[in-house]
């Protein structure tokens, strides 16, 4: 009895198991069906070609016009043109996210040089790094010691005595010397480093900015095409405590130089009485696309150089914002100066975003316009339409 009980276990067992897996192969048949998408997460299409997909064809796509995307790389004429960038070893990582921002957004698809410039040698990493990030062909620097020291005619002890009481006042970077001289280097040098005599067209690069719009035309030719021969996103007023005497010095080159001073220039944008003043007004260096033969014609050239014998890089706090940004505006006509609206921009603390919202979306911008400075009563881009009456942006509105 004990044996027949053990059999008919075992045949109950076995037909158990045979039950089970003709459920689980008639469950994975071709006639099995997705369940519905209520919430139209996705859609399944069904394919009459079975093989290999079980019966389901792919996910349904929106279908795109491939005329409407832009072109992996752009063709046309190329400009003599290259970024540039003042950069340590240890702003390695900051200047490889700005790379990424600008070569996703323009350069991946113009293919541009970039010089990159240190007043020490840049080591390996920093050339691998950026080397595979550029599209372009890419140049290190280095700094010549004369252009990054103090001029003989600079009496150090005052310049120190100036730094520490900057420092107690906290003035930004009042206590810095290296600051001083990045200031002074970009204000007079940069454009005659013998790497960048090889070009005409430069546009400046920072670490850890972000481009929040597509630009898909040459920015470099548009300067050429339209006579522009200086740009800028964000304008803003400087530190008064950082240039109390700039403007005097500026007065006393333009009587001494009255030969550079261009007619119908920007002295509206500078100074609210016909230049007695200065009403501290400047456009942001962090961003600039410009025209190197400008910078080394000798009215700017001349206008550096009376600046420097000042001393008011070391005995003040110069900034090379202020100083490009009056050299523009006295040495240029107002009409080759340029604001690109279409940049998108962002440089701590302050962002620049496209007005309109038409705009934002065929560039496919991702910049929040409510954060847009451009209209702040900090900024002076509200100043700058009006003092050469131009018809502000599509989609503008005053600030609340």
């Known amino acids: 009895m004990a044996g027949t009980a053990r059999y008919l276990r075992y045949v109950l067992f076995a037909f158990f198991g045979l039950a089970v ?28 070609n079975t093989s290999g997909d079980g019966g389901f064809g792919r996910p349904g796509t929106t279908p795109k016009d491939p005329m409407k995307l832009p072109p992996a790389t752009i063709p046309g004429e190329r400009m003599n043109a290259t970024f540039v960038t003042l950069a340590r070893n240890g702003d390695i990582w900051e200047i490889a996210r700005s790379i990424r921002q600008v070569e996703d957004r323009f350069n991946r698809k113009f293919n541009y040089d970039w010089v990159f410039l240190n007043d020490v040698e840049f080591d390996d990493d920093f050339k691998a790094v950026t080397t595979a990030l550029v599209s372009g062909t890419t140049k290190y620097g280095l700094i010549p010691k004369e252009h990054w020291s103090y001029p003989e005619w600079i009496d150090q002890d005052k310049a120190k005595k100036v730094r520490e009481e900057m420092a107690e006042k906290k003035i930004i970077y009042g206590d810095s010397v290296s600051y001083r001289h990045m200031c002074r280097y970009e204000s007079g040098f940069f454009f005659r480093h013998p790497i960048m005599l090889d070009y005409e067209w430069y546009w400046r690069v920072e670490p850890s900015i972000e481009l929040y719009c597509d630009i898909n035309y040459d920015t470099f030719k548009f300067m050429r095409d339209h006579n522009k021969k200086y740009s800028f996103v964000i ?9 109390p005497t700039l403007w005097e010095s500026t007065k006393k080159f333009m009587t001494n130089h009255p030969e550079h001073i261009v007619k119908d220039n920007s002295m509206k944008w500078l100074s609210d009485d016909n230049g007695e003043t200065y009403n501290h007004c400047h456009f942001w260096s962090n961003f600039e696309i410009g025209n190197l033969n400008w910078l080394r014609s000798d009215a700017y050239v001349d206008f550096f150089t009376s600046l420097d014998k000042d001393g008011g890089f ?5 900034g090379d914002a202020p100083v490009h ?7 240029l006509h107002r009409d080759e100066i340029h604001f690109f609206n ?9 962002t620049h975003c496209p007005s309109s919202k038409q ?21 002076c881009t509200t100043r700058w339409f009006e003092s050469n009456n131009i018809e502000k942006p599509a989609g503008y509105e005053p600030p609340s």
Do not use: M
């Open 235 to 243: 304008s803003l007023y400087e530190y008064v405590e950082t240039i």
């Open 21 to 48: 897996l003709y459920f689980i192969s008639s469950s994975s048949g071709p006639q099995s069906r997705l369940p519905s998408s209520p919430g139209g997460i996705f859609e399944t299409t069904h394919s009459s």
């Open 342 to 350: 279409d940049i998108a921009y962002y440089h701590v603390p302050f």
């Open 314 to 318: 070391f005995y003040e706090r110069w």
């Open 359 to 379: 705009e934002r979306i065929d560039r496919k911008c991702h910049c929040n316009p409510g954060e847009n400075f451009d209209w702040q009563g900090y900024s």
């Open 325 to 331: 940004s009056i050299g523009a505006g006295l040495l």
